[in-house]
């Protein structure tokens, strides 16, 4: 077996693995766009792989699966494919199309690819969704970690992969989060409860909410929060349709058909994501969704909000303009992602820093991250007690070249000494 990492393991980002078995059989993981710098490439091996697998919907792993030739098969878990799908239609902008039909793996159910066998396991990531891989050949085990975190809603899936995998010869795994921090939130729930106080702090005033849209579990904290304090949740359309994907898989999240959730969909406001979904709802196949969403019991518009503000929670990114057409004075702003989009790096047009630095905003940054907290990590790797761990999917070599006594005994590969190819 040959593992070849084409890019990933020092950065955050930019994902690209192959594993090649001796007859020559190839398989991918991932094909993503990088995160900070310049556009990253597609591999030319990829266009002579097998198969490709995509391990979960968030651009550092999809980024440039567009660029692939049709007659390539890519795998991804089904509602990956929904969410991917949607996310391209409502950020064109951003990601290249991937006008294509995925196969569908499950979790736990092995996929052969010639002589190369993959089995994906669920894990628990800030996209529903997301997958790890362990695939077998030659006699040989690489387990790949996939980005993952132990705090979320799905602990369990970690458990259930520990008590699966024994001892791989080697482990890929997402080191993003290595390094120790203080003080930070370890889980949804405790998020939930942080955010629910912070509504509960300020009962008289209109409460903001930003966060990714396919991050469903923060989405699902928000709402709790949102409902233990007594107010309706609003949403966009672009948040209401991830929430409808997922509800037509079986999965129960917040739906706009719920009592005390509503979409903005017919104000102006409105307007680009309502042509967005017109242009899109058919292919992605939601014409239920299209048909209720202007509906007055699954709708409401801003002038129905100006009327009492502060029995709202609004989960809508363009605040300042929502700020205006309702009237709204003084708010808090519960801010629930990643604290580097706030830097001039990310936010290049200044929307976060004006926000910040308004006297009339209460800005909380209530955030918990995709990704397994040190001690967790460390716990997740020793439990899985491979030969050989690869740390990947992270900034922190110099950190972990300092302290080599982070992963006890395990034999630590660095790729730079050999190409970014290994012979297992
Ligand atoms: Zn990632
Ligand atoms: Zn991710």
Redesign the pocket.
């Known amino acids: 077996m040959k593992l070849i990492i084409h890019r990933g393991d020092k950065e955050?980002?930019g994902?690209c693995i192959e594993i090649r078995s001796n007859s020559g059989a190839s398989i991918f993981i991932d094909a993503?766009l990088e995160l900070y710098g310049e556009k990253a490439k597609l591999p030319k091996e990829i266009e002579n792989t097998d198969a490709i697998f995509l391990s979960h919907a968030?651009p550092?792993?999809f980024g440039l699966l567009g660029r692939v030739s049709q007659n390539i098969p890519m795998y991804c878990g089904e509602i990956t494919e929904s969410i991917l799908q949607i996310m391209i239609a409502f950020n064109g902008d951003k990601f290249d199309k991937i006008d294509r039909k995925f196969l569908h793996f499950k979790s736990g159910e092995e996929v052969k690819i010639k002589d190369i066998s993959i089995t994906p396991f669920l894990t628990d990531h800030s996209v529903p969704d997301s997958y790890a891989f362990l695939v077998k050949t030659d006699g040989k085990a690489v387990l790949y970690s996939g980005?993952f975190r132990t705090g979320g809603r799905k602990h369990n899936c970690i458990t259930r992969i520990l008590n699966a995998v024994k001892k791989p010869n080697i482990l890929i795994a997402?080191c993003?989060c290595i390094e120790p921090r203080e003080g930070s939130i370890k889980t949804e729930e405790e998020l939930a409860e942080k955010i629910t106080e912070t509504i509960s702090a300020n009962s008289n005033l209109p409460v903001f909410a930003i966060c990714s849209a396919i991050n469903v579990d923060r989405i699902v904290t928000i709402y709790k929060a949102t409902r233990r304090n007594k107010r309706i949740f609003v949403c966009d359309i672009y948040t209401a349709l991830i929430l409808w994907a997922m509800g037509k898989s079986g999965v129960k999240v917040p739906q706009i058909t719920w009592e005390y959730v509503k979409v903005l969909s017919r104000d102006d406001i409105a307007k680009s994501q309502r042509v967005l979904l017109e242009l899109s709802f058919k292919k992605l196949g939601f014409k239920d969704f299209r048909d209720i969403i202007y509906r007055k019991n699954t709708s409401i518009t801003a002038e129905e909000i100006s009327k009492n503000p502060h029995k709202y929670l609004l989960k809508l990114n363009r605040v300042r303009d929502i700020q205006k057409a309702c009237g709204i004075g003084k708010f808090v702003l519960i801010y629930s992602m990643w604290s580097g989009y706030l830097t001039p790096e990310f936010d290049k047009r200044g929307q976060y820093r004006d926000l910040m630095g308004d006297t009339n905003i209460i800005f909380e940054n209530l955030h918990t991250g995709g990704h397994s907290a040190s001690e967790d990590l460390k716990r997740f790797i020793s439990g899985l007690d491979p030969e050989s761990l690869l740390p990947f999917?992270t900034n922190s070599q110099e950190y972990i070249s300092q302290n080599p006594d982070t992963f006890g005994n395990i034999n630590i590969l660095n790729l730079s000494e050999c190409n970014q190819e290994l012979e297992v």
């Open positions: 955050i980002g994902s993503g968030h550092d792993h980005d997402d993003t999917h």
